[in-house]
């Protein structure tokens, strides 16, 4: 719904708010997936939680729609919608580092880039993603997997409290020990309740260095790893992390010239022990198989963390889905390497996430996040440039999806959901509890632009 006057609130917000028309208005509404072109009725480049609560009671006077962009990566793009007042926070990335109690404050606008930047002076890590440019808001609130999860647990795990600003305006601090209910609901929620202007985590040794890395086998080779992946998966010490991928070589510096351009698997490889450890715990993953080559190796932490920034770069059309895997089933590995044969574009990919060790022991009822039984996620996903392709790779993803969901248990993590409106698969058996935190903190579904969550009405309406 565009605002009755938007001149009125551009006016009353200042210079920090952007209309259509204007260079920086075009820069700020432009996001990760090159799909979403929407145009939002104002862009506010908040800086701080005074300016987004301002802009919040201006939006919700008119009833207009509020969307946060943090990072910009989220692959639905809720970051900006058609008619809404934008709230971007990418001039929020303050980084605040207590080494001594390994605490670490984040601004909501924050990219792990800065917050990676930031704890490693001190040896100290927080539980975050896989691509550096990726914003702590988006990743969070949606759960947090990374390479530290089967270490440390997910994002939310680590999460100490967040300032949030409420439907309403009212800045307030939801912890254990203060809106409980809604603090429960912001780990693993999503947008829903309020925008986060700051996150408190807590933070662990790591690094400076870890031994991280792909290595790349033929499809040939593929069955027989992808088995062994499955199966002594399950044996990893939690210094391990492996996420496995059937791809189309860049092409990679460390493989012979007749592999460029052509499909492999594989399996990005992290550890936080020794290189010894790290052999030693790895190698059974191979199942025998002769890697084609491998540039798994000891390097900064730092640098792990931005390894796939270039893959997963702005700029691209991008389509995902996601899918919930207790194990790789025989029929599974089969069918993911029949698709792998006919991926559509050079970037397309078919991602397997492995999950488990720290991230099963927090009781499924502690947070909102609902999948922690599972030990895999499969991410099918295809990145193209030109709009004119956009139906056959949607298509051609829709198809692999829905013969990889034959092997799936039910659910999808909700930052990996490229169509809106699938709030069911994200939040699974924690749907009902988080329709009765919506309708305390959001009853009017402000923040609707989402994976969103639509409150509960009125007692006795």
């Known amino acids: 719904?565009?605002?009755?006057?938007?001149?009125?609130?551009?006016?009353?917000?200042?210079?920090?708010?952007?209309?259509?028309?204007?260079?920086?208005?075009?820069?700020?509404?432009?996001?990760?997936?090159?799909?979403?072109?929407?145009?939002?009725?104002?862009?506010?480049?908040?800086?701080?939680?005074?300016?987004?609560?301002?802009?919040?009671?201006?939006?919700?006077?008119?009833?207009?729609?509020?969307?946060?962009?943090?990072?910009?990566?989220?692959?639905?793009?809720?970051?900006?919608?058609?008619?809404?007042?934008?709230?971007?926070?990418?001039?929020?990335?303050?980084?605040?580092?207590?080494?001594?109690?390994?605490?670490?404050?984040?601004?909501?606008?924050?990219?792990?880039?800065?917050?990676?930047?930031?704890?490693?002076?001190?040896?100290?890590?927080?539980?975050?993603?896989?691509?550096?440019?990726?914003?702590?808001?988006?990743?969070?609130?949606?759960?947090?997997?990374?390479?530290?999860?089967?270490?440390?647990?997910?994002?939310?795990?680590?999460?100490?409290?967040?300032?949030?600003?409420?439907?309403?305006?009212?800045?307030?601090?939801?912890?254990?020990?203060?809106?409980?209910?809604?603090?429960?609901?912001?780990?693993?929620?999503?947008?829903?309740?309020?925008?986060?202007?700051?996150?408190?985590?807590?933070?662990?040794?790591?690094?400076?260095?870890?031994?991280?890395?792909?290595?790349?086998?033929?499809?040939?080779?593929?069955?027989?790893?992808?088995?062994?992946?499955?199966?002594?998966?399950?044996?990893?010490?939690?210094?391990?992390?492996?996420?496995?991928?059937?791809?189309t070589d860049p092409p990679s510096p460390v493989l012979p010239a007749q592999w460029h351009g052509e499909k492999v698997l594989t399996l990005m490889q992290f550890h936080t022990g020794s290189p010894e450890q790290a052999r030693a715990d790895l190698s059974p993953l191979y199942g025998g198989a002769k890697p084609l080559g491998s540039a798994f190796e000891r390097r900064p932490y730092i640098e792990a963390q931005c390894f796939l920034d270039q893959a997963y770069s702005f700029g691209a059309r991008n389509y995902w889905r996601s899918h919930n895997h207790t194990r790789l089933t025989s029929g599974l590995i089969s069918d993911l390497l029949e698709l792998a044969k006919d991926l559509p574009s050079p970037e397309s990919e078919l991602l397997i996430c492995q999950t488990g060790g720290a991230v099963g022991d927090v009781p499924p009822e502690a947070t909102a996040f609902a999948h922690r039984h599972v030990q895999f996620m499969s991410t099918p996903g295809v990145r193209w440039r030109d709009a004119q392709d956009d139906a056959q790779m949607i298509g051609w993803l829709r198809r692999a999806s829905d013969r990889i969901a034959e092997h799936s248990v039910p659910g999808a993590y909700v930052n990996f959901i490229a169509e809106q409106d699938e709030a069911p698969k994200a939040y699974q058996q924690h749907l009902s509890r988080l329709r009765e935190v919506k309708r305390r903190y959001d009853p009017n579904n402000l923040f609707r632009l989402n994976q969103n969550i639509a409150p509960l009405p009125p007692p006795g309406s």
């Open 1 to 247: 719904m565009a605002l009755k006057d938007e001149n009125q609130l551009s006016h009353a917000l200042g210079d920090w708010v952007f209309q259509r028309g204007s260079e920086e208005y075009d820069r700020r509404r432009t996001v990760w997936n090159d799909t979403i072109d929407r145009y939002p009725v104002l862009v506010c480049a908040c800086r701080s939680a005074a300016d987004v609560s301002r802009a919040v009671q201006h939006a919700s006077r008119q009833n207009a729609a509020v969307s946060v962009r943090g990072g910009g990566h989220n692959i639905a793009g809720t970051a900006v919608g058609d008619g809404a007042v934008m709230l971007d926070l990418s001039d929020m990335r303050q980084v605040q580092v207590d080494a001594d109690a390994r605490i670490v404050k984040v601004a909501g606008g924050a990219t792990f880039a800065e917050i990676d930047k930031a704890t490693q002076a001190y040896g100290l890590a927080i539980a975050g993603g896989v691509v550096s440019s990726t914003g702590v808001g988006g990743l969070t609130l949606g759960g947090g997997i990374g390479w530290l999860a089967r270490r440390h647990g997910l994002s939310i795990d680590n999460l100490v409290s967040a300032e949030i600003v409420l439907a309403d305006g009212r800045i307030v601090r939801a912890a254990g020990d203060e809106h409980a209910d809604l603090f429960w609901a912001l780990r693993g929620g999503g947008g829903n309740f309020g925008v986060v202007t700051e996150f408190e985590f807590r933070a662990h040794p790591v690094g400076p260095e870890i031994s991280f890395g792909p290595t790349f086998f033929d499809l040939e080779s593929a069955e027989t790893v992808l088995n062994a992946y499955s199966d002594q998966s399950q044996n990893l010490t939690r210094d391990a992390c492996v996420w496995a991928n059937l791809m």
